[in-house]
């Protein structure tokens, strides 16, 4: 039975940003807490920030994640660290539409690689591992735009940790040969000869497979199966909605058809992370339907 633990001011803001119970904190500190300690002995004599990487699929609690290890890493042991996302960096709908007009149709909608500025995603990196001042992106998906400029999170001190979280973050291109045949009813109708499917691939190979290897730390949240990620997707939709006022722009939210559709869009590279990421993680926590963990591997050793 883990234990109850009474939050400190910081932790209650994040249990109640992130919609959660001081249940959270128990059940963090039981599963994270082993992690958490490995990256402070490793930073202590460090003398550069330690990149540490989360690959979940959608729903399945990453940025909660990420902004636990931030706070704790911060609050407890006393390092200063940055965490993002990988959603923060997607293109603006104009630029999307773009491609969707010269390469591929499906590519007008956000999510798979090639609809993110690797190169902003490139330079942030760069510039926190040099200590530099720089500015991180926000994404506002209720309107599926970007935030202002001036609404983005300014760091302006060197980082010792830096956190980057994403749903395909440290996938693999996959083979020719798997590329061949379509997965779903979104392949099969909308990309039958393969267009956009090869663009990502070739996206995933040259362009975010040299960020994924800045990567120290691999970190993974491993749900069931694909079919689990349609409802936690529908319930972070949900939330998105509650967070917002009355006079919001709500004009990027989804349905509940609108998100079985989108959820298509991440299914091979989704899939395809289930079979690659394992040996490649240094913590695998295999997720229940409930999003409960269940277990925690160490593929890797973590060095």
């Not at 992370?273 to 240094?282: A, I, M, V, W, Y």
Request: proline share 4%; glycine share 4%; charged share 20%.
């Amino acid at each position: 039975m883990e234990a109850v633990i009474n939050p400190t001011p910081q932790q209650q803001c994040f249990l109640d940003t992130n919609g959660l119970t001081a249940d959270y904190l128990a059940h963090a500190q039981k599963w994270f807490m082993p992690i958490i300690g490995e990256i402070s002995a490793h930073q202590k004599n460090a003398n550069r920030p330690l990149i540490v990487g989360i690959n979940g699929s959608q729903g399945s609690g990453k940025s909660t994640l990420a902004d636990y290890l931030k706070l704790t890493l911060s609050e407890s042991f006393g390092f200063s660290v940055a965490a993002m996302s990988m959603d923060d960096f997607y293109l603006t709908k104009a630029k999307r539409q773009q491609l969707a007009t010269s390469v591929h149709p499906l590519l007008a909608t956000r999510g798979v690689p090639g609809t993110h500025d690797y190169h902003h995603m490139e330079q942030v990196l760069t510039a926190l591992r040099a200590g530099q001042n720089t500015a991180i992106p926000r994404f506002n998906k209720a309107i599926d735009d970007p935030f202002e400029a001036s609404q983005w999170t300014q760091v302006t001190e060197p980082v010792d940790i830096i956190i980057m979280e994403g749903w395909c973050w440290g996938t693999p291109a996959q083979s020719s040969d798997a590329l061949a045949d379509s997965i779903n009813t979104l392949e099969s109708e909308q990309d039958s000869q393969g267009v956009w499917r090869r663009y990502v691939n070739e996206q995933v190979a040259n362009h975010y497979q040299p960020l994924y290897q800045q990567t120290d730390m691999m970190l993974m949240l491993k749900a069931p199966s694909f079919a689990c990620v349609k409802q936690w997707r529908l319930e972070q939709e949900q939330k998105l909605a509650a967070r917002l006022s009355a006079d919001d722009d709500r004009s990027g939210l989804m349905n509940e058809q609108q998100i079985e559709t989108f959820i298509s869009y991440f299914q091979r590279l989704t899939e395809h992370g289930f079979n690659t990421l394992l040996e490649r993680s240094h913590a695998v926590w295999q997720l229940e339907s409930n999003r409960a963990i269940s277990a925690m591997s160490r593929p890797k050793e973590f060095s």
